[in-house]
């Protein structure tokens, strides 16, 4: 089992910059895909950015490729989302999930998530 908690989301203005931490506890996820997505309401769960158990590959969204940036902490058993130039389209909780052999670009091919954390951009 692994437990994961989302931090860094808060209220900021459009073009300002927010770092997304994922903590994980119960074992190591060094072994795990993962992956970002992000909820607004009334909208379907939506994938924002992966990285490879290694580290060595990752994948964006279009909408936020060039803004954000996905890494990974092993030593940490930690995963970070940082999100530049923020626009209010950006407005979502975000999630964090491992886990994502199946599909690295879906919900589905995740099996463990967070709970989230919710990030507002203002105009």
């Known amino acids: 089992q692994v437990q994961l908690v989302e931090s860094g989301g808060g209220l900021v203005q459009s073009g300002d910059s927010l770092r997304l931490i994922c903590d994980a506890s119960?074992?190591?996820?060094?072994?795990?895909?993962m992956g970002w997505f992000r909820q607004a309401p009334e909208m379907e769960r939506e994938f924002v950015a992966s990285?490879?158990?290694?580290?060595?590959?990752?994948y964006y969204a279009d909408s936020v490729k060039g803004r954000f940036t996905i890494s990974r902490d092993s030593a940490k058993n930690t995963v970070y989302l940082q999100m530049n130039s923020l626009k209010p389209e950006d407005t979502a909780v975000y999630y964090c999930a491992a886990d994502g052999y199946r599909d690295n670009t879906q919900p589905s091919g995740y099996t463990y998530w967070g709970q989230g954390t919710q990030v507002t951009v203002s105009s």
């Open positions: 119960g074992r190591t996820i060094s072994r795990y895909n």
């Open positions: 990285i490879s158990w290694s580290g060595g590959a990752t």
